[in-house]
């Protein structure tokens, strides 16, 4: 036996490298070699030979460290121990007293005094014990651990782990290995300890067991009981909860809510995570005034396609005395055919259906993909190679109809098939930079003829046309020639006795700008100013169209996009006769080293040379000579501020038709307040407002959000929520209030939805009012790196607050965040 000062190096069957703390050298290597010690001076003793002292390699640093430990089968890990005393025999047994340490891979053990059995890698560990595996913590006064399988046991220890932060204390920690652990009479939160008198946590489970499984990441109590401030909330006699975002198979935390429509909702959701890329979830969901809704949901994801289907069933639905359904297929993918000619065919599924027409006021909102009156069953498939692309679809529509507001249902089109060839900067004769296209559109329009008042039809539309760019630093000239000819063949006679008819129209357009530019500087800051004028001239001669049926055509919207479009109409049933010029005017101002557009002002007008004689069947064709002028403007001075505004003005009468402003200022991380007012003369007049801030800021707390990496303190309390206000009706459309509280470890949520759209319910014999609209409250806990009960307020934040960001948002932890 020897005994030596300060450091030493241990060789062993698992160990066959020495490195000293002190000296930074390696001090022996090889198999077999005999223990060394240094006197403290550095000196060797007189009576044994020097060691071989090896020059070590130059260090780099570098900006990623290595998240997996070293080691795995078959590889030999170094052990590495100092301490203020050391003894031992060699590749016997050591023992460190005094600031002891040892170290092994990803693991690192200190204490008062370490004994290691060498030939059994067993570790003894005594006094202020602290264990590092991996990241995750243990501290107590005993410990027996073997290094290699990292089986043993820790006598009243605490814990915390990395992944998500959860701490706790056993009366005993059995490790099986250093993925898996079983703690006694054991508690898990994580609330992080605060250094006052009387300090409990938000939340607490104690349990007569934990088992620990980071592995898997998930933990198993048995015998637990959920506290939350003092106040039992949840025991069973084992349940199983995330240590991580991981997926896994189990009850999900119960939801529950209240409605107007259908009172108290509960619902107790499973999870069944079936593979990598499957899984589905089983939703029952208890309402007080209906009955029981039962909804499932399966997902699956490959590597060419994916797809989800959600369907939902309720026996015998009290509200309406009948049973409900509904069911919602998304799929889309890319397929091999095989064929050397016809690779990669997307294939697109949409299919919607609900058995009645009342389904989509009497459901909540969060099923907004079937709580509309237009359900859209479409399956498509697409195929492209080089400048030549082609689709084939089949759209079919359900419409719910309400007696007291009757839609005429769209065109179903059962098929459309389209081909489309497109040649850029192609060279045609002599002529080069050409850019042509060719499109065409075989479509069988279906419908309710006693609802839409015309025949069905089978339309083929083709369009042609052909440009020639110039384009230079300071300006563009686009001249374009086009040819649009389209024929019918319908299922009845027009007005006119035909059962078919064709167009054919052709149209010249000329598009032409220039860019002006200057340095310039505003507010004592740099900019490059650009002047945009533009010129868009469009020919299209008049045909007659007054006796055609109109299938998918609309008038275009009254904006910057298609002012400068060669059509008016939007589809293919109507080609508006032109002879018009659209004129604009843009000045930007532009950040000169990045481009960012801090400030953006347009202003447009269309003149017109001869009548618009076109029109939608029932409308007048619009005859002013100018038409309304258009302004727009945004600003984006600061990154916390954005404004902008779109104003639609009658010169002739000195009115506004339509405008539009809106204003978003958000400093910093959930901290957003956002406003719009929309007008449309004699149509509508809204105020919309949208907020997420913390109400500590008002009294002047603007600490530091808890956000990722939540420390100590009271926590902050954040008012969110949207109104949405119609000023001639005097009355709030849609309305979103809540409040959420976000402390160290838990997160509370309270959200009152109102909505107009639902609730609706028409006379029945077994109900005769109305609910002219419908309120839900939903409200929530959640307990950070654990669970979350109550009802799903989230989804409704997220899809009604611009810009709302969720509290409870974290990263993935480093191993070497609690490295020491």
């Given at each position: 036996m020897?005994?030596?000062?300060?450091?030493?190096?241990?060789?062993?069957?698992?160990?066959?490298?020495?490195?000293?703390?002190?000296?930074?050298?390696?001090?022996?290597?090889?198999?077999?070699?005999?223990?060394?010690?240094?006197?403290?001076?550095?000196?060797?003793?007189p009576d044994r030979q020097a060691p071989l002292v090896l020059n070590p390699g130059e260090l780099k640093s570098s900006p990623m460290l290595a998240e997996e430990p070293p080691g795995g089968p078959g590889v030999e890990l170094p052990t590495f121990v100092t301490g203020d005393r050391l003894s031992g025999r060699p590749e016997q047994e050591t023992v460190i007293d005094g600031n002891a340490e040892l170290r092994r891979g990803g693991s690192s053990i200190r204490a008062n005094r370490i004994e290691y059995d060498q030939p059994a890698d067993i570790v003894k560990s005594t006094g202020n014990v602290r264990v590092n595996s991996n990241g995750n913590l243990f501290n107590g006064p005993n410990l027996e651990i073997k290094l290699d399988t990292f089986e043993g046991f820790f006598l009243q220890p605490d814990y915390r782990f990395l992944q998500n932060n959860g701490n706790g204390s056993a009366d005993r920690v059995n490790f099986i290995d250093d993925k898996r652990l079983i703690a006694y009479n054991a508690t898990f939160t994580t609330c992080q300890r605060e250094d006052t008198p009387g300090w409990r946590p938000a939340w607490i489970v104690t349990a007569s067991s934990i088992k620990f499984d980071k592995e898997a990441e998930v933990g198993e109590a048995s015998g637990g009981v959920l506290r939350f401030m003092g106040v039992p909330i949840l025991a069973a006699p084992t349940f199983s909860f995330p240590l991580s975002d991981k997926r896994k198979s189990g009850l999900l935390p119960p939801t529950y809510g209240i409605d107007t429509v259908s009172g108290v909702l509960l619902s107790t959701p499973y999870y069944f995570d079936i593979a990598p890329n499957r899984d589905a979830t089983f939703s029952p969901t208890f309402m007080a005034k209906r009955g029981v809704d039962l909804a499932g949901e399966f997902r699956y994801l490959e590597s060419n396609y994916q797809g989800q289907l959600r369907a939902s069933l309720m026996p015998n639905d009290r509200l309406r005395n009948k049973n409900r359904w509904?069911?919602?297929?998304?799929?889309?993918?890319?397929?091999?055919?095989?064929?050397?000619?016809?690779?990669?065919?997307?294939?697109?599924?949409?299919?919607?259906r609900v058995g009645d027409n009342n389904y989509w006021r009497d459901f909540p909102v969060g099923n907004s993909y079937l709580?509309?009156?237009?359900?859209?069953?479409?399956?498509?498939?697409?195929?492209?190679?080089?400048?030549?692309?082609?689709?084939?679809r089949l759209l079919k529509y359900q419409t719910l109809q309400d007696v007291s507001s009757p839609i005429v249902p769209p065109y179903n089109r059962l098929p459309q098939i389209t081909a489309n060839y497109t040649r850029i900067n192609a060279p045609v004769y002599n002529l080069s930079g050409l850019d042509y296209s060719v499109s065409t559109d075989y479509t069988r329009f279906e419908s309710d003829r006693r609802l839409t008042g015309q025949p069905n039809a089978n339309r083929v539309f083709a369009l042609a046309q052909i440009s020639r760019p110039t384009i230079s630093p300071g300006g563009y000239i686009t001249p374009k020639l086009m040819?649009?000819?389209?024929?019918?063949?319908?299922?009845?006679?027009?007005?006119?006795?035909?059962?078919?008819?064709?167009?054919?129209?052709?149209?010249?357009?000329?598009?032409?700008?220039?860019?002006?530019?200057?340095?310039?500087?505003?507010?004592?800051?740099?900019?490059?100013?650009?002047?945009?004028?533009r010129a868009f001239y469009v020919r299209t001669p008049y045909r007659d169209q007054s006796t055609l049926p109109n299938y998918d055509s609309g008038l275009n919207a009254f904006n910057f996009a298609t002012l400068f479009t060669e059509n008016e109409f939007g589809g293919a049933d109507r080609i508006s006769n032109s002879n018009v010029l659209t004129t604009g005017l843009t000045s930007r101002l532009l950040d000169p080293d990045t481009g960012a557009e801090a400030l953006r002002f347009g202003v447009a007008q269309r003149f017109r040379f001869s009548e618009q004689r076109v029109a939608l069947p029932g409308g007048k064709p619009v005859n002013e000579r100018a038409s309304d002028l258009l302004f727009g403007a945004s600003v984006n001075l600061t990154p916390a501020w954005s404004l902008d505004g779109t104003v639609q003005y009658n010169p002739k009468t000195d009115i506004s038709e339509r405008a539009t402003f809106g204003g978003r200022y958000s400093p910093s991380n959930y901290r957003v307040v956002s406003a719009a007012f929309r007008r449309t003369r004699n149509v509508s007049q809204q105020v919309d407002i949208g907020w997420q801030w913390?109400?500590?800021?008002?009294?002047?707390?603007?600490?530091?959000?808890?956000?990722?990496?939540?420390?100590?303190?009271?926590?902050?309390?954040?008012?969110?929520?949207?109104?949405?206000?119609?000023?001639?009706?005097?009355?709030?459309?849609?309305?979103?209030?809540?409040?959420?509280?976000?402390?160290c470890?838990?997160?509370?949520?309270?959200?009152?939805?109102?909505?107009?759209?639902?609730?609706?319910?028409?006379?029945?014999?077994?109900?005769?009012?109305?609910?002219?609209?419908?309120?839900?409250?939903?409200?929530?806990?959640?307990?950070?790196?654990?669970?979350?009960?109550?009802?799903?307020?989230?989804?409704?934040?997220?899809a009604n607050v611009?810009?709302?960001?969720y509290l409870g948002e974290s990263t993935t932890p480093s191993r070497f965040t609690n490295y020491d």
């Open positions: 020897h005994r030596a000062s300060r450091s030493h190096f241990i060789h062993s069957p698992v160990a066959h490298a020495v490195f000293s703390l002190v000296s930074c050298t390696v001090l022996g290597l090889g198999h077999g070699s005999a223990a060394h010690a240094q006197s403290p001076s550095g000196v060797p003793e509904s069911y919602n297929y998304l799929h889309n993918g890319i397929y091999d055919t095989g064929l050397s000619s016809v690779k990669g065919v997307g294939l697109n599924l949409n299919l919607n709580t509309q009156r237009l359900l859209t069953n479409e399956a498509s498939a697409t195929w492209a190679k080089g400048d030549f692309s082609t689709a084939a040819l649009h000819t389209t024929t019918y063949q319908f299922d009845g006679p027009l007005v006119n006795g035909a059962r078919s008819a064709s167009r054919t129209v052709p149209t010249f357009s000329l598009d032409s700008g220039l860019t002006f530019e200057r340095e310039t500087s505003y507010f004592g800051s740099p900019y490059l100013q650009t002047l945009e004028p913390p109400i500590n800021d008002l009294w002047g707390d603007k600490g530091k959000d808890l956000g990722v990496g939540r420390g100590q303190g009271p926590g902050r309390l954040y008012t969110v929520g949207r109104l949405n206000y119609s000023v001639p009706d005097k009355k709030f459309v849609d309305m979103v209030l809540g409040l959420e509280y976000e402390s470890c838990w997160i509370g949520r309270v959200v009152l939805e109102r909505s107009s759209q639902l609730g609706r319910v028409e006379p029945v014999p077994s109900q005769q009012s109305r609910v002219a609209n419908s309120t839900r409250l939903l409200f929530q806990l959640e307990f950070i790196g654990f669970s979350r009960i109550g009802s799903n307020p989230l989804k409704t934040l997220k611009p810009r709302y960001q």
